[in-house]
């Protein structure tokens, strides 16, 4: 597609239940990115995936926090177990390569609210 | 670990004038990128700049001119002839320039700040 889709635009759930936040990167990327936004705050690093694989997820916060990509397109990021401070803005992002130089398209975020 | 901050919540400017928004960083690395993006309320990350650590000449991009400084490790952002589009939240952001070894897929963003544009 022309831009990074994310779906839901917004999502409200209730502490204790599972989410899945989707990504739909610029057709051709290789390299895709997800970021959490806390209120007031930068983007944060979460995972970063080239292709099909997972080649960083040092940012995940914990083991409730998985995110795959299947085909090397479309991603999906899985929260199990929300907490109240999993509440966040999450972006995804995707770029050519992933080398330093490459510049990055984001897309408008998921906001998860857990009540 | 590279940091980046933002000293600046928020900065206001009149519609036609300039306003600058500063930046430091810190790092070890020689080589690099910096970035200023745009958030919109609509959420969406828009680039506005990139300066290449290794070029010495400051990036422009229209009304947006950025003030490389490497050895204080600062980026500031100027906006010239303010419009009230460019209101917004700023944010600098730091990304290694080295493959292996290095995290050069990964963005340090600052905390940001918020720019608004008086009529």
């Known amino acids: 597609g022309a831009g990074v889709s994310q779906t839901p635009s917004n999502k409200v759930t209730e502490k204790g239940k599972y989410v899945e936040l989707r990504c739909d990167p610029i057709s051709g990327h290789t390299a895709l990115y997800w970021y959490r936004q806390s209120l007031g705050q930068g983007p944060e690093f979460l995972i970063y995936?080239?292709?099909?694989?997972?080649?960083?997820d040092s940012g995940l916060p914990n083991d409730r926090f998985f995110a795959v990509r299947p085909e090397g397109s479309v991603s999906t990021l899985k929260i199990q177990r929300t907490e109240r401070g999993d509440s966040a803005v999450y972006l995804c992002?995707?770029?050519?390569?992933?080398?330093?130089?490459?510049?990055?398209?984001f897309g408008a975020g998921s906001r998860l609210t857990v009540l | 670990a590279q940091t980046v901050t933002q000293s600046q919540p928020e900065m206001s400017v009149q519609e036609a004038e300039t306003v600058t928004l500063s930046c430091t960083y810190d790092t070890s690395e020689s080589d690099y990128y910096l970035f200023w993006y745009k958030q919109p309320p609509s959420r969406q990350m828009i680039l506005v700049i990139r300066?290449?650590?290794?070029?010495?000449q400051n990036a422009t991009e229209n009304r947006f001119s950025v003030n490389f400084q490497k050895a204080a490790k600062s980026f500031s952002l100027k906006i010239s002839d303010s419009q009230l589009g460019d209101a917004a939240m700023y944010f600098c952001a730091y990304r290694s320039a080295f493959g292996s070894g290095g995290s050069n897929y990964k963005l340090t963003f600052g905390k940001g700040t918020l720019l608004t544009v008086n009529p």
């Open positions: 995936f080239q292709g099909t694989g997972a080649a960083d």
């Open positions: 300066q290449e650590a290794y070029k010495q």
């Open positions: 992002a995707s770029s050519l390569k992933a080398t330093g130089a490459n510049v990055l398209t």
